[in-house]
Each structure stands twice: as C-alpha cells, then as structure tokens.
C-alpha cells in the first residue's frame, strides 16, 4: 500500500447518519489519490464512533480516533491531525456542509510548494453561505469582524471550518494553539509563529442533511474566550479565567446578598447567608460555563450541588472566620465579606475542578 499523502480530519458528534455519505463523497472526489479519513468523535451517545469502526472495517482509507470525557471541535481537529503521518492535513465537518469537491483542487495548490494553507472560504469569490436565517447570517458577520482583532491576515472568512494545510505549517503552530471551542483555522493563524501563506477558495455552504448543527450560544461564549485568550496572550488557561469570571459574578451576588442581609442579621450570620447563596449561584454558573464539557444534569445536578456545598463547607467556614476577625478590627463590612469571599473562591476552585466536576 502507498503511504497516505492527504488525511482528512472530520471531527464529529452526533453525525452517525452522515459518516457514509461523506466517505462515499471522499471517494468519488479523491479518486486515484492517497487518502484516508479520520473521524475524532466524542463518545457521541448517537453511536457515531461505532458506525465509524464498522465503516473501517470494510474500508481501510477510513480510521477513527474514539475520545471518552471530552468535548470540542478545535481540540478533536488538533488531535485528529496529530494521529496523522500524511504530509497534508485537512479538516472538514462531517455534515457534508463543506463541499468535498474542492479537496483535489487544495492538494494541488499545496503540492505547488508556495503555500501553506488553503481555506475553503465561504465569503471569497464564489463563495456562498446557502439557505441561512438572517440571524445566523449577521452572527457570521459580526463574528468575522472581531476575528480581525487577532488575526492580521486578510482572509475574506477567518471562521471557516474548511482547510487544508501542509504538515510543517501545523507544527509550527501545534504547541500555541489554544485547541478552544470551534474556530480552529483562527486559532491557527494567531498561533502560528510566521504569517501563514493562504489561498481561499469559494464554496457554498450547504445546508444540513441529517443532525442538528452543535453551534449553540456556548460556542459563541468559548469563541469570546479564544479572542480574549489570543489578545491578553496565551498563557493564561481559558478555563481558569472562566472560573475567575464566575468567580467575579460571585463576589457581586455575594455583596449584594449581604448588603440585604446585613438589614436584619449580625455581621457573621449575614456573611453565612452570602457565601451560601454566592456558593449556589457559583455551582450553576461554573456547571454551565467552566465545565460545560463536563456539565452535570439531571440528578447528578443534585448530588453535584450536594458535595459542592460539602466540599467547600470547610472554605465557608474559613470564610465566615476570617471575615469576621477582619470584620471585627473594625474594618469595613464590605472589605472583610470581600477577603472572606477571596478565600472561598479559592477553596472552590481546587475543590470542585477534583471533586464536583471529576472526569469520569
Ligand atoms: N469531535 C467533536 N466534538 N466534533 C464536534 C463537536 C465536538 O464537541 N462539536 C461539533 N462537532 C463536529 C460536528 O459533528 C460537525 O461535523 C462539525 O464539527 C461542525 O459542527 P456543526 O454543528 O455542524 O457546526 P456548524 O455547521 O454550525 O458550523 C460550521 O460552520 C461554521 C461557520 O459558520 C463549522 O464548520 C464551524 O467551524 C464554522 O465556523
Ligand atoms: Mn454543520
């Protein structure tokens, strides 16, 4: 067997119904060439990953990579390419929105030499984004936008999750990308150490056969993070700056919470009051936002909340103490609730990343 020249990363999550049509396309449009696809799923509860084996076992250009615990689109595109050995590296969405057509015409411009990267380019000449609503339309635009503030290179759809690049080009960026959320194609041109050489080539986005697109208001909130990450520099992780966040929002509802119960209370039991209802409203906001990858729902919320509350009952204690002791130094309320609120964050934190939010 000759060795595979061009992979070609389809990450999924919940696409069972389309694997076959789009290794069937595959097929027909990389004829006569030396390709494989591998499709990075995770754990999708559809059984994408097991319609995928059966695939490989009957054809052996496909492969898969099976993740368990985690989630993402970026970071299963990253480890897709990296279980690759191919020269060139493609990544495309598995839904068929991305026309496979244009694959052999990427492989040729690359072979040239002169490029590193093409980009199928929703927004260059030819380009179409297809039957969308005009909600969706303006997102995209308003998205691209703000892609400019990290992303020097004028590229007419910096958003795309079409391309195709060239092996050293992704070395080079590999150990700075950020692997966050779904724009892995702006992650890479901020990461890369030399401006990348880039041709966009026009397609029409088409419109979903089989599934629902996983592009949801979280998405929009991971890519807010990237922006963030890649403008304040890269070594801040995005998930302790969520928590900080969540941890911000729960100074304020702890303020607030003691402000009102300082109306009626003694210092240290409104204190007690705060951290508990600023401890709740951490749980949910961190269920949603910190560990959105791994949310807990349905009963496990419960028991969630449940050792949450346990596990940083001892914080809340050293809270409540410390607090009080500033408190009683005759500092002011809110500086003492504030300290006392600094040091719970922090009990939350190694706490619940260990114990709450645990990956399975
Ligand atoms: N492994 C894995 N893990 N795959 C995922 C995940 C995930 O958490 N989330 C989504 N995918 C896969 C989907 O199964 C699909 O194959 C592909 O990534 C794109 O997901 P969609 O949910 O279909 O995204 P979309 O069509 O709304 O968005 C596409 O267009 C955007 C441009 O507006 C994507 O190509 C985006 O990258 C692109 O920015
Ligand atoms: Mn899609």
Known sequence: MTPVELTIVAPTYNERDNLEPLVRALSTHLDGLAWEVIFVDDDSPDGTAARARELAQRLPRVRCVHRVGRRGLSSAAIEGILASTAPYVAVIDADLQHDPSLLPRMLAAL????????????????????????????????????????????????????????????????????GQGFKILLDLFASSPVPLRFKEIGFTFRPR????????????????????????????????????????????????????????????????????????????????????DRRLRGWRLLTGLLSFCLVCSLGAVANVGVASAIFERDYDWWLAGLAGAALGAVWNYGASSVLTWSRR
């Open 111 to 178: 072979r040239g030499g002169e490029l590193d990267i093409v980009v199928g380019s929703r927004y260059a000449e030819d380009g179409r984004v297809g039957e969308w609503t005009e909600t969706r339309a303006r997102m995209s635009t308003a998205a691209t936008r703000l892609a400019r503030l990290v992303v020097t290179a004028e590229l007419a759809d910096p958003m795309s999750g079409y391309f195709m690049m060239t092996r050293a080009a992704f070395d080079g960026a590999v150990h700075r990308l950020s």
């Open 209 to 292: 056969v089989s599934g629902d697109s996983k592009l949801d208001s979280l998405v929009i909130w991971e890519y807010v993070l990237l922006l963030i990450n890649k403008v304040t520099g890269r070594q801040i992780p995005p998930r302790f700056m969520l928590f900080c966040l969540v941890g911000a929002v729960g100074v304020v509802v702890h303020l607030v919470a003691l402000r009102l119960a300082l109306e009626l209370w003694s210092f240290s039991s409104a204190q007690a009051l705060a951290t508990g209802i600023a401890m709740t409203s951490n749980f949910f906001m961190n269920n949603v936002l910190t560990y959105r």
